[in-house]
């Protein structure tokens, strides 16, 4: 849809807050509403409270464009997840809950499921969604872009089409998606939608955030939102994109089989076939209490970040190769 101007252009931050108890909680909303009729995007960051690429490239983002060269209207949520990030951890100490897990929400849930459920009705009155993810605390993400793979549906090529213009070099199509995501909602509702992953370790690589900002400015230019768009800041699309599948999930991850010390074999995007070693769990004597390997054929999409690990934690994630 396009959205037509009820009030002047204009550039502002304000407040969504929410209630938790006795204590509010206040989510900051950055608006740029431009000067011309066009889509309106929304861009979620720090879903995750210990992930910060994506509040970089919001920043960013508010400080760099205007309304004057804005169609349409941006909206930005730097911190979509106060409860993890004040405590900079995934998952909301308030409720021991993942956001990215309970979506679409209840009015009348845990606090994290009422925040859910605020989201998703930004996510209602969207044309377009972008997620910004990454690793985190614990996990090593290749960077990357998802989307929703269904090139029979118009849904799907409109999805497929926005990957491509965000200039990730990788991209990860899923057939399926598993329930409680804001992407999830947004399939749900008709809101294409988009997402990344990066390297993440609580540190924001600078290849990384160039990424997810020309990637950003690249999604708004193909959208129809950029009335100026300067070619330095987009940059050059990448020469080549590879394009994996799978379903993404990464509750789907193998986990490890013993506690200790993980010292892997292989890096990020390896290709790897079933029962190669990805690495081993030793003990602090030196003895190797377990022998990583891989459990199918595929691409090495995401491995155990901090070494210390204990039995039962999510250790690596195979996305599978198709022709």
């Known amino acids: 849809m396009n959205h037509g101007r009820s009030e002047p252009s204009v550039k502002r931050s304000s407040l969504l807050k929410l209630e938790n108890g006795d204590e509010s909680v206040s989510i900051p909303l950055l608006t740029i509403e431009g000067q011309a009729a066009g889509p309106r995007l929304l861009v979620f960051a720090a879903v995750h409270g210990d992930e910060y690429e994506g509040v970089e490239t919001i920043l960013r983002l508010y400080e760099r464009l205007s309304p004057e060269e804005l169609a349409g209207t941006l909206v930005m949520l730097p911190i979509a997840n106060p409860y993890a990030y004040r405590a900079g951890v995934r998952i909301s100490p308030d409720d021991d809950k993942n956001l990215a897990r309970v979506f679409p929400g209840k009015p009348d849930g845990t606090v994290t499921e009422r925040l859910a459920y605020e989201l998703h009705g930004l996510i209602a009155g969207s044309d377009f969604l972008l997620d910004l993810h990454s690793g985190g605390t614990h996990y090593s993400v290749a960077t990357l872009a998802g989307y929703y793979h269904d090139p029979g549906s118009a849904f799907g090529r409109r999805c497929r089409a ?9 991209l990860w199509g899923h057939e399926s998606i ?45 959208l129809g939102m950029l009335a100026r768009s300067n070619p ?39 290709e790897l076939r079933a029962g190669e070693r990805i ?45």
Request: charged share 20%; proline share 7%; net charge negative.
């Open 162 to 170: 926005a990957a491509e213009a965000f200039g990730s070099p990788l």
């Open 178 to 222: 598993a329930p409680g995501r804001s992407v999830s909602s947004a399939q749900a509702l008709g809101v294409p939608w988009l997402y990344t992953e990066a390297y993440g370790g609580r540190r924001i690589r600078p290849e990384d955030s160039a990424l997810f900002y020309s990637g950003a400015l690249r999604l708004m230019n193909h």
């Open 232 to 270: 330095a800041e987009l940059g050059e699309a990448p020469a080549e994109i590879r394009t994996i599948h799978g379903d993404g999930n990464f509750d789907e991850s193998v986990v490890a089989a013993a506690d200790g010390f993980f010292v892997p074999d292989v890096p990020l995007l390896a």
């Open 279 to 323: 690495g081993t769990i030793r003990s602090y004597g030196g003895e190797v209490l377990d022998e990583v390997r891989a459990s199918s054929d595929g691409v090495l999409v995401m491995l155990l970040g901090t070494p210390i690990v204990r039995s039962g934690d999510s250790i690596y994630l195979i996305a599978p190769i198709r022709d």
